[in-house]
T-cell receptor, first 108, second 113 residues
Framework: AQRVTQPEKLLSVFKGAPVELKCNYS??????LFWYVQYSRQRLQLLLR??SRESIKGFTADLNKGETSFHLKKPFAQEEDSAMYYC??????????FGSGTQLTVLP | DVKVTQSSRYLVKRTGEKVFLECVQD?????MFWYRQDPGLGLRLIYF???????EKGDIPEGYSVSREKKERFSLILESASTNQTSMYLC????????????FGPGTRLLVL
């Protein structure tokens, strides 16, 4: 079975501060991991995926197989980063498994 | 740009009614998905389809059925709506496997009274 855990339901940081959204997964094989984001009144959209190793909007995420983690990081948070963030895993099944989400608020 | 549309943004139904939620994508994607989104629970997969007339159960299929008669259209059916099916329903599509990027619709907020 595959499982994704996001331990923080809510996270608040001040503008300009570093931010880290935690994601841990459980999967016996080689996972494909994603971060999706939903801004207020917008549809859910892909932020980044680990296989592409891209930095999107200043966010990066590194897959740590030893710790089974895929934490999302940004060195300097901006107010427009306030959103709901979901970590997701694609394993052997044809489906994505999503975490419960973290609501990030960046305070001015 | 991929466009995924859902037939209604808001829907109010009574307990016991049959409810149809429609989803259409315009990019010839093979896979389509129905999720429900609830606070504190994230997105949970109800059903998905990887081809016309093909469907597979997700994590929470009870109380739901689906139909995919055409490649671009995927319908979610609540045979007899119940109050615990009040939720936000999201449709998504992807080109091939789940490992591909999923593109989401705007969502349908369903209230069952």
């Amino acid at each position: 079975a595959q499982r994704v855990t996001q331990p923080e339901k809510l996270l608040s940081v001040f503008k300009g501060a570093p931010v880290e959204l935690k994601c841990n997964y459980s999967y016996s094989g080689s996972p494909e991991l994603f971060w999706y984001v939903q801004y207020s009144r917008q549809r859910l959209q892909l932020l980044l995926r680990h296989i592409s190793r891209e930095s999107i909007k200043g966010f990066t995420a590194d897959l740590n197989k030893g710790e089974t983690s895929f934490h999302l990081k940004k060195p300097f948070a901006q107010e427009e980063d306030s959103a709901m963030y979901y970590c997701a895993l694609a394993g052997s099944a044809r489906q994505l498994t999503f975490g419960s989400g973290t609501q990030l608020t960046v305070l001015p | 740009d991929v466009k995924v549309t859902q037939s209604s943004r808001y829907l109010v139904k009574r307990t016991g009614e049959k409810v149809f939620l429609e989803c259409v994508q315009d990019m010839d994607h093979e896979n389509m998905f129905w999720y429900r989104q609830d606070p504190g629970l994230g997105l949970r997969l109800i059903y998905f389809s990887y081809d016309v007339k093909m469907k597979e159960k997700g994590d929470i299929p009870e109380g739901y059925s689906v139909s995919r008669e055409k490649k671009e259209r995927f319908s979610l059916i609540l045979e007899s709506a119940s109050t615990n099916q009040t939720s936000m329903y999201l449709c998504a599509s992807s080109l091939f496997a789940a490992q591909e990027t999923q593109y989401f619709g705007p969502g349908t907020r369903l209230l069952v009274l």
